[in-house]
């Protein structure tokens, strides 16, 4: 077993796409650890890792790095099984790749003397698929010199775009990552939903607004790339949305998803009349006459 090798607790999405940049960056994965044995054994086979297991307790001995990719809310307890094993940390590096917890969740570990921190990388990762992970942003969190300087390499060699990020930060900066992607996603599951044409002319319409409205909020700013109804004040179009969308509703047999259709339009466009305000420093009278209709629509 060579030393100082990585073993990589967790085998879901983002485990495939880093054990993958970890390989071919030239880092020694050495171990993968699931709670299903199917899923650390499919890893492993797919990158020939030498070890894996279902068991913490039969991480192999001379690993030094511990590299958690659980779920969030995993992660906590993962650090307290790690700290059980009869080890000496005090040479090691435990690192774990959520969005939104923070390296309090490893305190286990570091009570133990090893040195911790978290690595979020900014990108989606949809499936089991590999995932390029260059030019991608990356949060560091840490308080300490030695890991910083690690993962500092880590990123280099992985070729990730790596920014520093305190705790109380972390959360907000996840959630803005939810609304500039998968919020986006969601918004354009909807746009497709309301579209009747087949094949690519529906693709063409959506890619083109689509990247128009990208293209103009980083060149711009979001509330100088607004367009459309709500920014101009036009409850004419605003009243034939909600009229189309409750003719949804009354054509369903399930109610459920165009009711939730019609109050997602209703809350988006009373948070694009935030934008207007950004925008034109307050509500004309057209844009209050519709939040007054749209706060009336929602139910």
């Known amino acids: 077993m060579k030393k100082d090798g990585i073993v990589i607790i967790g085998a879901g999405k983002l485990a495939y796409s880093l054990t993958s940049a970890l390989l071919n960056a030239g880092y020694s994965v050495q171990s993968i650890i ?31 790095n511990y590299f958690i990719t659980v779920p969030d809310g995993e992660i906590k307890k993962v650090a307290e099984k790690l700290a059980s094993l009869n080890r000496n940390f005090k040479d090691c590096i435990c690192i774990h790749f959520s969005g939104v917890e923070n390296i309090n969740s490893l305190n286990s570990l570091t009570k133990k003397g090893c040195a911790t921190g ?29 890991v910083n300087s690690f993962l500092i390499q880590l990123c280099n ?19 803005a990552a939810v609304h500039s992607s998968n919020f986006l996603v969601g918004n354009l599951f909807n746009a497709f939903s309301l579209l009747s044409s087949k094949g690519n002319f529906q693709i063409d319409i959506l890619r083109r607004t689509t990247q128009s409205a990208l293209e103009n909020v980083f060149k711009l700013s979001p509330a100088k790339a607004l367009s459309g109804p709500i ?25 459920e998803r165009p009711k939730l259709l ?16 950004a925008k034109y420093g307050k509500l004309s009278e057209n844009h209050l006459k519709i939040k007054k209709f749209l706060m009336s629509k929602l139910g």
């Open 34 to 64: 699931s709670r299903k044995l199917s899923s650390a054994k499919s890893l492993a086979k797919k990158y020939s890792v030498p070890h894996f297991s279902n068991s913490i307790h039969k991480i192999p001995a001379g690993i030094k």
């Open 262 to 277: 019609k109050n997602n339009y209703i809350i988006q466009s009373l948070g694009l009349l935030e934008v207007v305000k």
């Open 231 to 255: 920014d101009r004040g036009d409850f004419y179009t605003i009243n034939k949305h909600i009229e189309a969308l409750d003719k949804k509703i009354i054509r369903a047999r399930r109610k």
């Open 157 to 175: 060699k992985l070729k990730l775009r790596p920014h520093r990020i305190t705790s109380d930060e972390k959360v907000l900066h996840h959630l």
């Open 118 to 146: 978290s690595l979020h990388i900014i990108r989606p990762f949809p499936s089991k698929n590999t995932f390029d992970l260059k030019n991608s942003p990356a949060s560091i969190e840490t308080e300490g010199k030695r």
